[in-house]
């Protein structure tokens, strides 16, 4: 079955980066839109970025110049390189994909940013 499996979470100061990994199987990030959500305590879950098929890409306003998502195809993964965390970004991030039959999850990772 599909499945996606997210890293490379973890705590960090604030300013600091971290860069989030989704490997996936049985699915391939090229040829359906990818994203990355994050819900954090008592919140819903949000977009965070996204990255289509095509290459191209949109993000959340509040991540905007600080986020940026790509993907390696060879390695089949999706990566969010985060950049200039604030503790606003603490949350549970998770990795989508977009399979026009059904949306699929991964697990999640957790990023808290505090000092």
């Known amino acids: 079955q599909v499945q996606l499996v997210e890293s490379g979470g973890g705590l960090v100061q604030p300013g600091g980066s971290l860069r989030l990994s989704c490997a996936a199987s049985?699915?391939?990030?090229?040829?359906?839109?990818m994203g990355w959500y994050r819900q954090a305590p008592g919140k819903q879950r949000e977009l965070v970025a996204r990255?289509?098929?095509?290459?191209?890409?949109n993000y959340a306003e509040s991540v905007k110049g600080r986020f940026t998502i790509s993907r390696d195809n060879a390695k089949n993964t999706v990566f969010l390189q985060m950049t200039s965390l604030t503790p606003e970004d603490t949350a549970v991030y998770y990795c989508n994909a977009a399979h026009p039959a059904t949306i699929y999850w991964g697990q999640g990772t957790r990023v808290t940013v505090s000092s």
């Open positions: 990255i289509t098929n095509y290459g191209s890409t």
């Open positions: 049985r699915i391939r990030v090229n040829l359906y839109p």
